[in-house]
């Protein structure tokens, strides 16, 4: 079959079973190709297209796409034992969940493996549950966690959980960055208080300086829980290993997902204390479970990830290549201050806002069509988001910045002349 052929055929099966509406938003934003293969930073299409991957999967390609160390591990484990017998014990569990018990913070030293950033929450909130006897939850507007029930309860976007009313009990909304909603929402029914340190989906926000560490006092002092979701923001994507280490907060229990499959396993992690494991599952260790969670292959992509982060200073590089990214975005803020309202965030975790809707749609379209991919955040249309591989080079970055520009610039003039 041609290119064309094969773009229709696969068109129309999107449209006829899987999903018609999102068919067409594909199309709509400029992704009406279909993708045949990838690495490093570079998505291939069936056209012939290369595209320069800036949204990385929504977090999930730190290491870029196929990253030959994971995928040799992977392989090789393939080699020998793909999944687990769920009788006798495993290496590659074993090994990634002490890994994860040294390069967490704090005591965090038990792992609860799985398969997505959604089962990594509804882990968190099932642990704190029982850990705590408590039943309820502070969580964020704006806040995204999954979407599945537990999950979606703590999200904070209406459209998503409104059609599924009534959601989980227990759970209350309060404003990101706001300690005084938190301090009064937060009771002695609170099993947890679950944030991002940063928003992802919420449009790439940065609290305060203090807040989190705020959050870990109220925590303290009432016996609620502090479950930190990284699942965006964990594994070197920010700058840091983990993004409340910058502000030296350790939480009671974390949530991992995306990253730690190195771009080619799905993998999510909850990591807790040993006294909240204790709680949680020393009167009975089949509490909470999963047939698929920490099967051998998706370990060892865990394993292979954590070893490269390390040995290429992947955390390093994020906070480099992101300073650029972030300077090179500023400098085209400054020339469209009417379209643009903000540049921000913290390594390679770039959200741009724009003033009006439709320059950020058509934005989002021209760099695809410059051969550049970039994506909302869900749940704020006006924000735009940069997260690229933490391999990207400089000149990949000046590519990106280069494509957003002349998209801007283009989107801007189409809307004056309508
Ligand atoms: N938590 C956070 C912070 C996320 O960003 C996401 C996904 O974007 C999730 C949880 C849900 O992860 P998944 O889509 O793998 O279920």
Redesign the pocket.
Known sequence: MNPESIIESVISKYQDYVNPGLASLMKFGGFGDVEVSASGCIVRTATGGEYLDCLGG??VFTLGHSHPDVVDAVRRQLDKMALSSRTFFQEPLALLAERLAQVTPGNLQYSFLC???????EGALKIARVATGRTGFVCTVG??????MG?LSA?GREVFRKPFDPLVPGFVHVPFDDMEAIEEAVDENTAGVIV?PI???GGIRCPGPNYLQRLREICDRTGALLIL?????GLARTGAMFACDHWSVVPDIM?L??ALGGGVM?I?AVVSTPSIWEAAFGENPLLHTSTFGGNPLACAAGLATLRVIERDGLVDRARDRGAQLIEGLRNVHARFPDALADVRGMGMMIGVEFKVKDVAELSINGMARRGVIAAYT?NNPYVIRFEPPVVITPEQVDQAVTAFSEAVEEAVGMLADL
């Open positions: 929504y977090g398969n997505s950033g959604t089962e990594a929450v806040g995204f966690h999954g979407k599945s999950s999200t991002e928003q992802g989906e979701d990284e699942v965006q923001t949530t997902a995306k799905p999510g869900l």
